[in-house]
Every structure is written in structure tokens, then in C-alpha cells.
């Protein structure tokens, strides 16, 4: 057993009755975990605050100070103690990745309460149905921002506005009529339509034209970069549309 006394730290945070800081909150959590004796100073006031402030010449809080240096706030707190701090509009695949694994277990859940297994047909069905449904969810959180990074690089779109505001939709119909089974006629040319014009489009936009884009895949406020993922999505629909198409025709 080590007899090492913890390091110490010192952070100054707002704890306001009417706000307490989260980053402050992260920061002692973040300094606790790593094994440092936390001396905790709320500022309780907006003028404590302001005062703080001036007088250390920082323009946020909270402030940690370890061994007598001034560290910063939680991000540069990561940063010192050796984790990854994200940059501001870096492009990153974990929302589409997480995405397409939460879709999937919900899919193999689904069949597994339905079937007594988990591992069926109809599982892959519902891993494609499901993340059509989701994606258009998240498209619809603000269609607006979506239409407008859409219209970067869909062909339809940037020569009939309107189609920018109609996929999300359509996506989302598609998606709940083959999780139900039902109007296949209706889901699967909707499904092979927009699969079809969203894979040409992102194939030239990133294989032919080289534009470095960020997907709308996820909405519009993403940081997922335009590419194989993109492109991915749009050939799981059209392959589920021509899967379905040939289920109807046996």
C-alpha cells in the first residue's frame, strides 16, 4: 500500500444559485479520479466572479492550479494531464459509428423478442429500417440546417431546392413502412430513389470532384466527414429496396 500523500489542486469555479458551472463540475470530478486532494473555491457571485477574474487576467472559469501553476480551465486540464481534447470543428465518424451500432443491437433485440433469436432475416431488415428512421430523426431536429449542408453536394437538390426539405421526409417514411412490413410499393421506390440520387452524389462529389465536405447523413450540424460512410448509407437503401422489390416478386 503506498503512502504517497495526493497531489493537490486548486479550482476556482462559479456556484451561483441560479447556475453552477459543468465544466466546473467535470473538472473536480476529473482531478478527484486522477487521485488529487481538491481545494474547492465556488465563486458564488457574479461580482466574486468578475473579480476573480480580473485579477488572475482570465476571461472564463473555471481556473485549476496544481503545484502553484495555473493550469486553465477543464480543457486545458485534459490536456495536462495527458487526454484528447477535441478541436473545434474536427471532423469525426463516432456519431455515424454509434449510430449504426445502437441500430443494430435495437434491430437484433427486436427479432430477438419477436423470434426467440436474434441472429434473422429480418434483423437485417430492421438494422437498415431502423437506421433510415433514425437518421431522418436527426435530419429533422433542424431541417433547415440540413437542407443548407445538403445542398453542398446533392445533384437533385442543388438543381430543385425543395428536395433538400422532402428527404429527410421521405427517409423517414421509408424507414417506418419497412419496420411495419407494410405499402412495400411505396417504401421500396422511395428507398431505391433516394438511395440511388444520394450515392451518385456523394460518389461524385468526393471520387470525382475531391471536395473534402461534411455529411448530412447525421443532420446538420455534424462534423462527420463526407465520404465512404455517406456513401454507405446510400447503398444499404438501395440494397434494401432491391432485397424487398425481389421478396415481393417471389
Known amino acids: 500500500m503506498s503512502n504517497a500523500t495526493p497531489s493537490r489542486a486548486v479550482i476556482h469555479r462559479m456556484v451561483m444559485p441560479g447556475h453552477t458551472c459543468p465544466y466546473g463540475l467535470k473538472a473536480v470530478d476529473l482531478l478527484r479520479r486522477r487521485?488529487?486532494?481538491?481545494?474547492?473555491?465556488?465563486?458564488?457571485?457574479?461580482?466574486?466572479?468578475?473579480?476573480?477574474?480580473?485579477?488572475?487576467?482570465?476571461?472564463?472559469?473555471?481556473?485549476?492550479?496544481?503545484?502553484?501553476?495555473?493550469?486553465?480551465?477543464?480543457?486545458?486540464?485534459?490536456?495536462?494531464?495527458?487526454?484528447?481534447?477535441?478541436?473545434p470543428g474536427a471532423t469525426s465518424y463516432r456519431p455515424v459509428a454509434t449510430l449504426f451500432a445502437l441500430t443494430a443491437f435495437m434491430a437484433?433485440?427486436?427479432?430477438?423478442?419477436?423470434?426467440?433469436?436474434?441472429?434473422t432475416f429480418q434483423a437485417a431488415e430492421w438494422f437498415i429500417?431502423?437506421?433510415?428512421?433514425?437518421?431522418?430523426?436527426?435530419?429533422?431536429?433542424?431541417?433547415?440546417?440540413?437542407?443548407?449542408?445538403?445542398?453542398?453536394?446533392?445533384?437533385?437538390?442543388?438543381?430543385?431546392?425543395?428536395?433538400?426539405?422532402?428527404?429527410?421526409?421521405?427517409?423517414?417514411?421509408?424507414?417506418?413502412?419497412m419496420?411495419?412490413?407494410?405499402?412495400?410499393?411505396?417504401?421500396?421506390?422511395?428507398?431505391?430513389?433516394?438511395?440511388?440520387?444520394?450515392?451518385?452524389?456523394?460518389?461524385?462529389?468526393?471520387?470525382?470532384?475531391r471536395r473534402e465536405l461534411k455529411c448530412a447523413c447525421v443532420g446538420g450540424s455534424s462534423n462527420v466527414p463526407l465520404g465512404f460512410v455517406s456513401l454507405t448509407e446510400n447503398i444499404m437503401m438501395v440494397a434494401m429496396a432491391v432485397w424487398m422489390a425481389l421478396r415481393m416478386s417471389m
Do not use: C
Open 129 to 177: 429500417a431502423f437506421s433510415m428512421t433514425v437518421l431522418a430523426l436527426l435530419k429533422l431536429q433542424d431541417v433547415e440546417k440540413f437542407a443548407t449542408m445538403f445542398l453542398n453536394y446533392d445533384v437533385l437538390a442543388a438543381r430543385w431546392v425543395p428536395y433538400s426539405y422532402i428527404y429527410p421526409f421521405a427517409e423517414a417514411t421509408a424507414g417506418i413502412l
Open 179 to 209: 419496420i411495419a412490413g407494410v405499402l412495400t410499393w411505396l417504401s421500396v421506390p422511395i428507398a431505391l430513389f433516394i438511395g440511388t440520387v444520394g450515392a451518385v452524389s456523394v460518389f461524385k462529389a468526393v471520387y470525382i470532384d
Open 35 to 87: 487521485g488529487f486532494k481538491v481545494e474547492d473555491h465556488p465563486l458564488t457571485t457574479r461580482e466574486e466572479t468578475d473579480a476573480f477574474k480580473t485579477a488572475h487576467n482570465v476571461k472564463t472559469t473555471p481556473q485549476v492550479f496544481i503545484g502553484g501553476e495555473r493550469i486553465g480551465g477543464y480543457d486545458d486540464l485534459r490536456r495536462h494531464l495527458g487526454k484528447h481534447v477535441a478541436k
Open 108 to 119: 437484433l433485440a427486436a427479432s430477438q423478442a419477436a423470434y426467440g433469436s436474434p441472429f
